[in-house]
């Protein structure tokens, strides 16, 4: 069964960290891109990074860059999104998601076929 599976989502105060990982089956992490979108309530879903197939290339939102990092364990078929520097604004429902066989790294969330479940994070003052 190909799926994605979230976890590491939390409770956080501003300033603090969280690692979230998404664990795939049913597909090699290294053979697709892959990313990271968050849906904070009343707002739509945004891009916060991604990952090229294949290789180190990476993507991130404004929003995020040089606080958050997108990487992968091969060994582990895992995802990560490591977030530091949390603040308020980063309050959402994390999903993680794989483009289909072939696909580009992409910002649009149209671009990915396969997501996982979510996992929320919630960062207080």
């Known amino acids: 069964q190909v799926q994605l599976v979230e976890s590491g989502g939390g409770l956080v105060q501003a300033g603090g960290s969280l690692r979230l990982s998404c664990a795939v089956s049913?597909?090699?992490?290294?053979?697709?891109?892959m990313g990271w979108f968050r849906q904070a309530p009343g707002k739509e879903r945004d891009f916060v990074a991604g990952?090229?197939?294949?290789?180190?290339?990476?993507l991130y939102a404004d929003s995020v860059k040089g606080r958050f990092t997108i990487s992968r364990d091969n060994a582990k078929n895992t995802l990560y999104l490591q977030m530091n520097s949390l603040n308020r604004a980063d309050t959402a429902v994390y999903y993680c998601?794989?483009?289909?066989?072939?696909?580009?790294?992409?910002?649009?969330?149209?671009?990915?076929?396969?997501w996982g479940q979510g996992t929320q994070v919630t960062v207080s003052s």
């Open positions: 998601a794989s483009t289909p066989s072939g696909g580009q790294l992409s910002r649009r969330g149209v671009n990915y076929d396969l």
């Open positions: 049913g597909r090699t992490v290294n053979a697709y891109a």
């Open positions: 990952i090229m197939r294949g290789g180190t290339i990476t």
